[in-house]
């Protein structure tokens, strides 16, 4: 099964290579209340959506013709996630995989002009879950130091 895995990682993952150099023009979250569940990116390259495969096991990239609508329904939500706000506008510079199926598995995008802050969104499988979270989305902006200083 996990030879399967890895081949349609392997798949999913040449859609990442189309995000770099992309100038990220807007970022929506579905929220299955109270799950992530899926990231839309809209891009001046074309409009992703990432989300997790085979009940989340891994992620994976798909193209969409647009995306959806803001709104509110009871349960089931599409918005803004404002820790992703710093992103937007910003042209993707790297767009990597991390982790592995049941592992973590995940991207991780840098932008330009951004040099200690990236974009993170990763399965749910990362170690441990959360309780009663069964196929969603861990998302995170990563925080990186370049100096060292002394205290």
């Keep these: 099964m996990m030879q399967k895995y890895e081949a349609c990682m392997k798949e999913s993952n040449t859609l990442l290579r ?5 100038l990220l023009k807007g970022i929506l979250i ?3 209340d109270p799950e992530f569940n899926v990231v839309y990116l809209e891009t001046d390259k074309g409009n992703y959506a990432l989300h997790g495969e085979v009940g989340g096991e891994y992620l994976g990239i798909h193209c969409l013709a647009k995306l959806p609508e803001i709104s509110e329904l009871d349960g089931y939500i599409i918005c803004k996630y ?3 706000n710093i992103f937007e506008g910003r042209t993707i510079s790297q767009a ?5 199926a049941w592992q ?3 991207y991780e995008f840098s932008f330009d002009g951004l040099l200690t802050k990236t974009m993170i969104i990763q399965s749910i499988y990362c170690g441990t879950k959360p309780q009663h979270l069964e196929d969603c989305l861990r998302l995170g902006v990563g925080h990186y130091e370049n100096e060292w200083k002394r205290t």
């Design 30 to 32: 579905n929220v299955v």
């Design 82 to 84: 404002s820790p992703f």
């Design 104 to 106: 973590g598995h995940g």
């Design 96 to 100: 990597r995989q991390v982790g592995t």
């Design 18 to 22: 189309n995000l770099e150099g992309a």
